[in-house]
């Protein structure tokens, strides 16, 4: 009820009696519109908008839902289009990769010939090192032997001593596998004949130090080592090594590496050059003519140390060529024979 009388103020104010005067005919007509009627036609103008509103509303909610239908629709097209060209996309590559593998297995089974034909020449071609090696460090050896020298005692001095802990070997993978056999293999050789390159390079280290190379490349054996006449007194006694006839100034090499000990003036020498060889081995030159080294100077195999003469306890030109294991005279001929049987290749 309270309401009523705020209404009431606002429809007298704004709806109040209205009368409209018009003439028609020379006459002057009244026309009055009341308050209801007026009300009326208020809420009739109302409703016709409101109703239009509604319309209008409709029309642009049912275009709005059409465009958003065929959205939607062009988008769903959209999305099963692309799940088609997945679909295809998918199958060209299960297609590409059958045939892949296809050629993969064509791949792998010509490399499985190929790894079987490397692994044949890889045997081959060990073998054959390790029979070369073999044979090559057997040949050191026999000429090592043809000195007269004890091997194993040449090794002591040597130092090339090998050892360690005894390790069982790792289980290999189980099942047949080309690639590990391969490996497998190939360290088999490969330690095989490690073994035999370190046998050929400790055999070699060895000979390489022996006094094996002749000491002149000219002149002729004119006295052997041993028993003989002494050439002054024609009486019997030792002789301590090799005469070598050759001209005067005829150039005397070393026979191994190692380093001078003596050179100079040595009573029945004459002029003469002592090498330390290592190993217990020594040798001299001696009765030279002139001397081309000092003491402690390191030389190598088939260095020039001096030229054939006669000093000393001499009859002629020659070279006096002695070895000595440990202080003690040995026959020089074994030494050259096993020189000569290395080098003569």
Same mark, same amino acid.
């Given at each position: 009820?309270?309401? +009523?009388?705020?209404?009431?103020?606002?429809? *007298?104010?704004?709806?109040?009696?209205?009368?409209?005067?018009?003439?028609?005919?020379?006459?002057?007509?009244?026309?009055?519109?009341?308050?209801?009627? @007026?009300?009326?036609?208020?809420?009739?103008?109302?409703?016709?908008?409101?109703? #239009?509103?509604?319309?209008?509303?409709?029309?642009?909610?049912?275009?709005?839902?059409?465009?958003?239908?065929?959205?939607?629709?062009?988008?769903?097209?959209?999305? +099963?289009?692309?799940?088609? %060209?997945?679909?295809?996309?998918?199958?060209? @590559?299960?297609?590409?990769?059958? $045939?892949?593998?296809?050629?993969?297995?064509?791949?792998?089974?010509?490399?499985?010939?190929?790894?079987?034909? +490397?692994?044949?020449?890889? +045997?081959?071609?060990?073998? @054959?090192?390790?029979?070369?090696?073999?044979?090559?460090? $057997?040949?050191?050896?026999?000429? /090592?032997?043809?000195?007269?020298?004890?091997?194993?005692?040449?090794?002591?001095?040597?130092?090339?001593?090998?050892? #360690?802990?005894?390790?069982?070997?790792?289980?290999?993978?189980?099942?047949? *596998?080309?690639?590990?056999?391969?490996?497998?293999?190939?360290?088999?050789?490969? %330690?095989?004949?490690?073994?035999?390159? $370190?046998?050929?390079?400790?055999?070699?280290?060895?000979?390489?130090?022996?006094?094996?190379?002749?000491?002149? *490349?000219?002149?002729?054996?004119?006295? *052997?080592? #041993?028993?003989?006449?002494?050439?002054?007194?024609?009486?019997?006694?030792?002789?301590?090594?090799?005469?070598?006839?050759?001209?005067?100034?005829?150039?005397?090499?070393?026979?191994?590496?190692?380093?001078?000990?003596?050179?100079?003036?040595?009573?029945?020498?004459?002029?003469?050059?002592? /090498?330390?060889?290592?190993? #217990?081995?020594?040798?001299?030159?001696?009765?030279?003519?002139?001397?081309?080294?000092?003491?402690?100077?390191? /030389?190598?195999?088939?260095?020039? /140390?001096?030229?054939?003469?006669?000093?000393?306890?001499?009859?002629?030109?020659?070279?006096?060529?002695?070895?000595?294991?440990?202080?003690?005279? @040995?026959?020089?001929?074994?030494?050259?024979?096993?020189?000569?049987?290395?080098?003569?290749?």
């Amino acid at each position: 009820m309270q309401f +009523i009388k705020p209404i009431n103020l606002y429809v *007298n104010r704004f709806f109040p009696e209205r009368q409209f005067l018009y003439r028609s005919q020379g006459r002057v007509r009244c026309i009055s519109l009341s308050r209801n009627l @007026q009300l009326a036609l208020s809420l009739l103008v109302l409703m016709a908008l409101t109703w #239009g509103t509604l319309v209008w509303a409709q029309s642009l909610l049912q275009a709005q839902a059409t465009r958003a239908y065929h959205t939607a629709l062009s988008s769903k097209e959209a999305v +099963i289009d692309s799940l088609v %060209a997945e679909r295809d996309r998918a199958l060209a @590559q299960t297609r590409k990769l059958s $045939n892949d593998v296809a050629t993969l297995r064509v791949q792998l089974s010509a490399s499985l010939n190929q790894v079987s034909q +490397i692994k044949d020449a890889q +045997i081959s071609l060990m073998t @054959q090192l390790q029979e070369r090696t073999k044979a090559n460090a $057997n040949r050191l050896e026999r000429a /090592i032997r043809l000195t007269g020298l004890d091997l194993s005692t040449l090794r002591e001095k040597q130092g090339a001593g090998v050892g #360690g802990p005894y390790l069982t070997p790792s289980p290999r993978d189980k099942g047949p *596998n080309p690639f590990t056999d391969m490996r497998d293999v190939f360290a088999d050789s490969v %330690a095989a004949l490690e073994a035999q390159m $370190n046998r050929w390079v400790s055999l070699e280290g060895l000979f390489e130090r022996l006094p094996v190379s002749a000491p002149l *490349n000219t002149g002729y054996l004119s006295s *052997n080592f #041993g028993k003989r006449r002494d050439p002054f007194t024609r009486k019997w006694a030792m002789h301590s090594g090799l005469d070598f006839a050759a001209p005067r100034n005829t150039p005397v090499y070393s026979t191994a590496p190692g380093k001078v000990t003596f050179a100079g003036r040595d009573g029945a020498y004459g002029y003469m050059v002592e /090498i330390d060889h290592g190993l #217990g081995l020594t040798t001299r030159h001696g009765h030279m003519n002139k001397l081309l080294v000092k003491p402690g100077e390191q /030389i190598s195999r088939q260095q020039k /140390i001096g030229l054939v003469g006669s000093s000393g306890r001499s009859t002629g030109p020659h070279l006096h060529y002695e070895v000595m294991l440990n202080g003690e005279q @040995q026959d020089p001929a074994p030494f050259l024979k096993a020189g000569k049987y290395v080098f003569q290749d």
